[in-house]
């Protein structure tokens, strides 16, 4: 595959590192913040992530893990946070070869819609499990919030892959 002009030559990623950040972003998911439904879900945003730049590795099962795991932790439907992730990570992997063209800011615009109908489908699935009961417009920030956060998370988390600079000019990689 041609590289775009200007991005680097990135380092194989370790298997332990995604699964850490993962668990990192599982941990912070569980944090006890009471009913705030404006934060940002950090599995959601990680598994996008994950699911564009290591789709070999990061596929709709690791989601599925992750979604039991949250639905687990938050006493919600059983499998309605798998649902949720396992579409997330289908659209994110259906766009992964697009997505890696454009830099951080332009990746996450187009992860916009995707972050916002994984929140309507959660919203959704919630409000059938609890009768009818839905949020305030505060639960619209969430994805806006996750599209702010991403070329900071992506920053971070390509930071271990990158090549430190090369001082020889003579050599073509």
């Known amino acids: 595959m041609i590289m775009p002009k200007g ?3 990135l380092l194989p990623v370790n298997p332990v590192f995604i699964a850490a950040s993962l668990v990192v972003a599982l941990a912070l998911n569980m944090l006890p913040l009471g009913r705030v439904v404006w934060t940002p879900d950090w599995v959601m ?11 070999q590795r990061v596929g709709l099962g690791v989601a599925f893990a ?10 919600a439907l059983l499998g309605q946070h798998a649902l949720v992730y ?3 990570m289908f659209g994110a992997q259906l766009a992964h070869r697009r997505l890696l063209w454009f830099g951080p800011l332009l990746q996450a615009l187009q992860l916009l819609p995707l972050f916002i109908a994984a929140h309507v489908v959660a919203l959704a699935l919630r409000a ?9 417009l505060e639960a619209a920030l969430a994805p806006l919030l996750e599209a702010a956060i991403w070329p ?3 920053w971070i988390l390509l ?4 090549r430190p600079p090369d001082q020889d ?5």
Not at 45 to 55: D, E, K, N, T, Y
Not at 66 to 75: E, R
Not at 159 to 162: D, E, K, L, M, V
């Open 45 to 55: 945003v990680l598994l996008a992530f994950w699911g564009i730049h290591q789709p």
């Open 66 to 75: 992750m979604g039991l795991c949250i639905d687990v932790s938050q006493s």
């Open 128 to 136: 059938l499990a609890s009768g009818g009961l839905l949020p305030g």
């Open 152 to 154: 900071l998370v992506s």
């Open 7 to 9: 991005q680097q030559l």
């Open 169 to 173: 000019d003579n050599r073509p990689l």
């Open 86 to 88: 396992c579409g997330l």
């Open 159 to 162: 930071a271990p892959q990158r």
